[in-house]
């Protein structure tokens, strides 16, 4: 079974600045997918990034990149020039990418609460 | 392009009542998920569904509850006879594949 490890129950940011969250998973696995999600007060479920295992190269989405470490199973989000719309909790997941196997179960962590400060 | 729908936002049951829970997934999207968020917690995969079939229900209780995604028309998580412990916040999210999987807006069911 996966398991997702957020260390970091609250962090919070001035605005403009930039801040990283970490995310550390177990599996025995090879082939899979990580995200990062958002929700922000109003509850909704955003995708902010997404990351292949074979892909080497960190993914970016404007603001928002990651770094991915495979071998040590880590996979940050950095959030760069931080906006009060940020303010949100942040979920790290992982999903197995392997046909024939559970490979449609995402697996949550507990969440880290991002406040950006003005 | 609509997102995922899911309908009411909120849902308010007394114990014992019956919950119906609606979710339309994205246009081209034949991959149904539900997920559970219980407070202070990540979200808890429930169910995996795709039209007419139940593919992977390991993660929803045996009993009270049950899903279904017609042929026709939204998927449904039914809850019977709801106890204060079914109050949470039940997310459904959709997939063209098994691959990244975008989320509807929830519903919070609260059980009183």
């Known amino acids: 079974a996966q398991t997702v490890t957020q260390s970091q129950p609250e962090m919070s940011v001035q605005e403009a600045e930039t801040v990283t969250l970490s995310c550390t998973y177990d599996t025995s696995e090879n082939n899979y997918y990580l995200f990062w999600y958002k929700q922000p007060p109003s509850r909704q479920m955003i995708l902010v990034i997404r990351?292949?295992?074979?892909?080497?190269q960190n993914a970016t989405e404007n603001r928002f990149s990651v770094n991915f470490q495979k071998a040590a199973k880590s996979f940050s989000l950095k959030i760069s020039d931080s906006q009060l719309g940020d303010t949100a909790m942040y979920f790290c997941a992982f999903l197995l990418s392997n046909s024939g196997g559970s490979n449609y179960k995402l697996t949550f962590g507990k969440g880290t609460l991002l406040t950006v400060n003005p | 392009n609509a997102g995922v729908m899911q309908n009411p936002r909120h849902l308010v049951r007394r114990r014992g009542q019956e919950a119906r829970l609606r979710c339309s997934p994205m246009?081209?999207?034949?991959?149904v998920y539900w997920y559970r968020q219980l407070p202070e917690e990540g979200l808890k995969f429930m169910v995996y569904?795709?039209?007419?079939?139940?593919?992977?229900e390991s993660g929803m209780p045996k009993e009270r509850f049950s899903a279904e995604f017609p042929k026709e028309g939204p998927s449904i998580l039914r809850i019977q006879q709801v106890v204060r412990g079914d109050s949470a916040a039940y997310f459904c999210?959709?997939?063209?594949?098994?691959?990244?999987?975008?989320f509807g807006p929830g519903t919070r069911l609260t059980v009183l």
């Open positions: 569904l795709q039209k007419e079939n139940i593919i992977d």
């Open positions: 990351q292949e295992a074979y892909k080497q």
């Open positions: 999210a959709s997939s063209p594949g098994t691959s990244a999987q975008y």
């Open positions: 246009k081209g999207h034949s991959h």
